[in-house]
């Protein structure tokens, strides 16, 4: 909230664009002027998040009443919307989604994998097994061989 207290009211969504990204959507420096106050925002409503998180399921026993609970979270929901928000109209986040399926494709033109070699038998028996039934000694010859065997 102290951090939020200096937006202009109405305190809707361009008033919070304005504080803490720039009056002019394309002024770049107003927006690199303001990136301390933006990564101060990040923090504590991704600090808040946390803590509701880890309260949420057990707001009755802390203490809250029904509607303290639900006034509680619309609450942490408002400053979430308004992170995100920021975050979208100052560049600083990238929505990974729009590059998936370049580069998926690119994945897919460019890496190849072959299929994969048995080097050593282990006869089915895990790493314990192999050290109670062969010793050490078992061990030891069977990652000498995997060593001493040609990579591709």
Not at 91 to 111: N, S, T
Not at 132 to 148: E, K, M, P, W, Y
């Given at each position: 909230r102290a951090i939020c207290e200096p937006v202009s009211p109405?305190?809707?969504?361009?008033a919070y664009l304005h504080y803490f990204v720039?009056?002019?959507?394309?002024?770049?420096?107003?927006?690199r002027r303001n990136e301390q106050r933006r990564v101060a925002l990040?923090?504590?409503?991704?600090?808040?998040v946390r803590a509701y998180a880890?309260?949420?399921?057990?707001?009755?026993?802390?203490?809250?009443a029904?509607?303290?609970?639900?006034?509680?979270?619309?609450?942490?929901w408002y400053y979430e919307t308004i992170r995100k928000e920021v975050e979208l109209a100052s560049g600083d986040y990238v929505d990974m989604k729009h590059y998936e399926p370049a580069m998926r494709h690119l994945l897919d033109a460019y890496i190849q994998v072959d299929e994969?070699?048995?080097?050593?038998?282990?006869?089915?028996?895990?790493?314990?097994?192999?050290?109670?039934?062969?010793g050490l000694a078992s061990l030891t010859q069977n990652f000498?061989?995997?060593?001493a065997s040609p990579r591709p």
């Amino acid at each position: 909230r102290a951090i939020c207290e200096p937006v202009s009211p109405p305190r809707d969504t361009a008033a919070y664009l304005h504080y803490f990204v720039s009056e002019d959507p394309g002024d770049r420096e107003a927006i690199r002027r303001n990136e301390q106050r933006r990564v101060a925002l990040y923090k504590a409503v991704r600090r808040l998040v946390r803590a509701y998180a880890n309260l949420a399921n057990e707001m009755d026993a802390a203490g809250y009443a029904p509607a303290q609970a639900e006034c509680i979270h619309q609450e942490v929901w408002y400053y979430e919307t308004i992170r995100k928000e920021v975050e979208l109209a100052s560049g600083d986040y990238v929505d990974m989604k729009h590059y998936e399926p370049a580069m998926r494709h690119l994945l897919d033109a460019y890496i190849q994998v072959d299929e994969s070699q048995v080097i050593a038998q282990f006869e089915d028996q895990g790493l314990v097994d192999l050290f109670i039934h062969g010793g050490l000694a078992s061990l030891t010859q069977n990652f000498r061989r995997v060593c001493a065997s040609p990579r591709p």
